[in-house]
């Protein structure tokens, strides 16, 4: 049995597991949710499962890349339940997760996926996957242009998907191999099966000092006070 927690992205996901069975999960795409909900969502998976905490063999966390805040939050989380339970930490690339969920929910598709998360303007943290969940294209921080995904393109159909996907399609949907999924909604689900296997390969993360991968250095930049300069 395994908690999976996915925070990188607007989304708040977290799930309970046991094999490829869904014991408990919940969702919300709401401002905020991750820093007001996720506990409460871990408390009520828990007792909707009808099991205790201590029950779980690891806890399992969306590593990034993504959202900053996000990221640490879902960590930050992990972190705790693992030290408080004396479980294993686990940790699943987000972008795999979501070419994960998208190949789970079209079993019959075998041409390449390219998660993509939106990192404001025209960049996106994107990779690109084949039905193995291999990386034909390693992760980045891409700036979109016409061109940019060609050789791939190239060679099959390409399902773009996530919150960054829909502002790249004016400058790539014009490819006959380019599709679009706005349906598809990032999910916790697409850990599971990741998350087994890391375990079972015994490919756990050291509690005190794992990071989620950014991708790029945090800016904070200072607040604009109207009136000042």
Known sequence: MILLLETATSVCSVMLCDGDKVLAERHSADPNAHSSRLAVFVDEIFREANVEMNAV???????????????????????????????????????????????????????????????????????????????????????????????YLAQCQVVFIGDGAAKTKPVLGGHPNACYDSDYVISARGMARLAQQRLSAGKVEDVAYFEPFYLKDFVAKKPVVKGLH
Not at 63 to 92: F, H, W
Not at 112 to 136: F, G, H, K, Q, S
């Open 57 to 151: 063999e690891a806890v399992c966390v969306s590593s990034g890349p993504g959202s900053y805040t996000g990221l640490r939050i879902g960590v930050s989380s992990a972190k705790g339940l693992c030290y408080a339970l004396d479980k294993p930490l686990l940790a699943v690339p987000t972008l795999q997760s979501m070419a994960a969920l998208y190949y789970m929910n079209h079993p019959g598709y075998d041409g390449l996926v390219c998660p993509m998360i939106d990192a404001r303007r025209l960049e996106c943290y994107t990779a690109i996957y084949n039905n193995r969940l291999d990386a034909v294209k390693d992760i980045s921080a891409d700036i979109i242009m016409e061109s940019i995904y060609d050789d």
